[in-house]
C-alpha cells in the first residue's frame, strides 16, 4: 500500500484472491470500501485496466526470471507517479497530490537532491496544480459525456424480462460447433433477476453456463414479444405473392 494517502475505495475483478472471506473482513475493518467491477466491462473499471497495462509494458523490460517483478513494484509507481501526463497539463501525478516530485532513489543515493521547498510555496503549488487538475478533469468528463451519449442505450429492464446475452462475453452460450464467423450473436433468452444498478443486472443462468450472472445493460438484447396476429398477416401477403 502507498504511503502517500489511505485507502478509501479498491477496485477490482472477481478473482479469488479478491473475493476471499479474509479481504473482505480487512477492508471492512479499515473502513475501507470493496467495489468489484463487471465482467468483461472495463469501463466499471477503466483506470484500473489501463494502470495495469502501464505497469505490464514497465515490468516487461526488466523482468528476466520471471519471478521478480514485487521488487520493481515500488520503483514503478514511482516512474508512473513522476511522469508528466497530457490529462493534467503536463503535470505528473506527484506533483497534482503532494505538490512536487520528490526525490528519486538515484538521487538520494548520489545526493544530487534539489533544495527542499518550504511549506507556503508547497501549498502554493498545491492550489495552482489543483485548479489545474479540475479544469483537466471537468474537460475530460465533458469530452467522455459527448463521446458515450452518442451510442448510450437508454433503457431500463425489470425483473421478470427475457432478454440474449452477447456472446462476447459469454462466450460458452454460443454453438462452438459452428464455424466462429456463422455463430449466432446472442445466446438466451435469459430472464432478469434483479436490478443491481442503473446499468446492471443480475440474470438466471443455468448452472451450466459457469459464467458470473452480473451484466452490464450494453451486452444485453431484450426479447421482442411477436405480435399477436403476426403470422396470419405474414401468411396472407405470401398467399397474395403467389
Given at each position: ?79 508512473i507517479n513522476s511522469t508528466p501526463s497530457l490529462a493534467i497539463a503536463g503535470k505528473s501525478p506527484y506533483e497534482i497530490d503532494i505538490g512536487f516530485v520528490p526525490p528519486s532513489p538515484y538521487s538520494l543515493i548520489y545526493g544530487i537532491c534539489e533544495e ?107 426479447k421482442q414479444a411477436i405480435p399477436e396476429g403476426y403470422f396470419t398477416v405474414l401468411r396472407m401477403i405470401r398467399l397474395l405473392k403467389v
Amino acid at each position: 500500500m502507498t504511503s502517500l494517502l489511505e485507502l478509501e475505495h479498491i477496485i477490482s475483478d472477481k478473482g479469488p484472491q479478491f473475493a476471499n472471506t479474509i479481504l473482505r473482513n480487512l477492508t471492512y475493518s479499515l473502513g475501507v470500501t470493496h467495489n468489484t467491477s463487471v465482467t468483461a466491462h472495463h469501463q466499471s473499471n477503466g483506470k484500473a485496466e489501463r494502470y495495469i497495462k502501464i505497469f505490464e509494458d514497465y515490468l516487461r523490460c526488466f523482468i528476466t526470471t520471471g519471478q521478480d517483478w514485487i521488487k520493481l513494484v515500488p520503483l514503478a509507481e514511482y516512474v508512473i507517479n513522476s511522469t508528466p501526463s497530457l490529462a493534467i497539463a503536463g503535470k505528473s501525478p506527484y506533483e497534482i497530490d503532494i505538490g512536487f516530485v520528490p526525490p528519486s532513489p538515484y538521487s538520494l543515493i548520489y545526493g544530487i537532491c534539489e533544495e527542499g521547498r518550504g511549506s507556503e510555496e508547497i501549498w502554493t503549488l498545491l492550489e495552482k496544480y489543483g485548479k489545474i487538475a479540475q479544469d483537466a478533469l471537468e474537460s475530460a468528463f465533458r469530452r467522455n459525456k459527448r463521446y458515450y451519449n452518442v451510442s448510450r442505450i437508454n433503457q431500463t429492464l425489470k425483473p421478470g424480462d427475457e432478454v440474449f446475452i452477447d456472446t462476447k462475453v459469454s462466450p460458452k452460450g454460443a454453438n462452438l460447433e459452428v464455424v466462429r464467423s456463422l455463430r449466432g450473436k446472442y445466446s438466451g433468452p435469459y430472464k432478469v433477476l434483479k436490478q443491481l444498478s442503473p446499468v446492471n443486472y443480475e440474470l438466471e443462468l443455468p448452472p451450466s453456463a459457469k459464467v458470473d450472472p452480473i451484466f452490464h445493460i450494453s451486452q444485453l438484447k431484450v426479447k421482442q414479444a411477436i405480435p399477436e396476429g403476426y403470422f396470419t398477416v405474414l401468411r396472407m401477403i405470401r398467399l397474395l405473392k403467389v
